[in-house]
């Protein structure tokens, strides 16, 4: 069965400085696709970035890079140059290649940005 | 481009009260959800509809049922609702393909005393 763990609750992160939020995950599908939401105290939920299992690098957007280990099944977020605006909850998520449609998050990250 | 529309934004209910939260969107996408959001809990997956007609549980199904009215709308409705269900609900949509993420509609604030 899919399942997402975030073992974060919370982080604590000087502005400017960069910071990894963790992700592992569990499947025994070899195709999957893991994703990184940004949901601020605002609500809405802002997708970030994607990394496919096959694929041979790491994805990267902008401020945003994941470390994926295939082999630990880890894929932890890296957001350099944190800003203020960075400050917000960080969810994890995965979609199956066998059955694509149901998409599972973590618990996510609470990522507060100090001045 | 109105995206995932969520009706309405909040609601109070009594317990056993019953009612449908409505979800659309105008993005031809043909797969939908419905997810809760609880502090801690992340979001849950309540149910999911792959296309027009068809409909599978997620992880938290009870006390849901679900419509995919057609491509555009898919429904939520508690029929008997609990305090256990106070949470904050959200629609969202996603074309096919493994690497296509989901866009989400702006939450239901829902709370049953």
């Known amino acids: 069965a899919q399942k997402i763990t975030q073992t974060q609750p919370g982080m604590f992160v000087q502005e400017k400085e960069a910071v990894t939020l963790d992700c592992t995950y569990d499947?025994?599908?070899?195709?999957?696709?893991l994703f990184w939401y940004k949901q601020p105290s605002s609500g809405e939920m802002i997708f970030l970035i994607y990394?496919?299992?096959?694929?041979?690098q790491n994805a990267t957007e902008g401020r945003y890079s994941l470390n994926f280990q295939k082999a630990r099944k880890s894929a932890n977020l890296v957001i350099s140059a944190s800003q203020l605006g960075d400050s917000a909850m960080y969810f994890c998520a995965m979609r199956e290649g066998a059955s694509y449609d149901k998409v599972i998050f973590g618990p996510g990250t609470s990522l507060s940005v100090i001045p | 481009n109105a995206g995932v529309t969520q009706t309405p934004k909040f609601q109070v209910l009594k317990t056993g009260q019953s009612m449908t939260l409505q979800c659309a969107q105008d993005?031809?996408?043909?797969?939908m959800y419905w997810y809760r959001q609880d502090p801690g809990m992340g979001l849950r997956l309540i149910y999911y509809s792959a296309s027009e007609g068809t409909t599978d549980k997620g992880e938290v199904p009870n006390g849901y049922n679900v419509s995919r009215l057609n491509k555009r709308e898919f429904s939520l409705r508690l029929e008997s609702a609990a305090p256990s269900q106070t949470s904050v609900y959200f629609c969202?949509?996603?074309?096919?393909?493994?690497?296509?993420?989901?866009?989400f509609g702006n939450g239901t604030r829902l709370t049953v005393t």
């Open positions: 993005m031809n996408h043909n797969s």
């Open positions: 990394q496919g299992s096959y694929d041979q």
């Open positions: 969202a949509s996603t074309s096919g393909g493994l690497n296509s993420p989901l866009h």
């Open positions: 499947t025994s599908d070899p195709s999957y696709g």
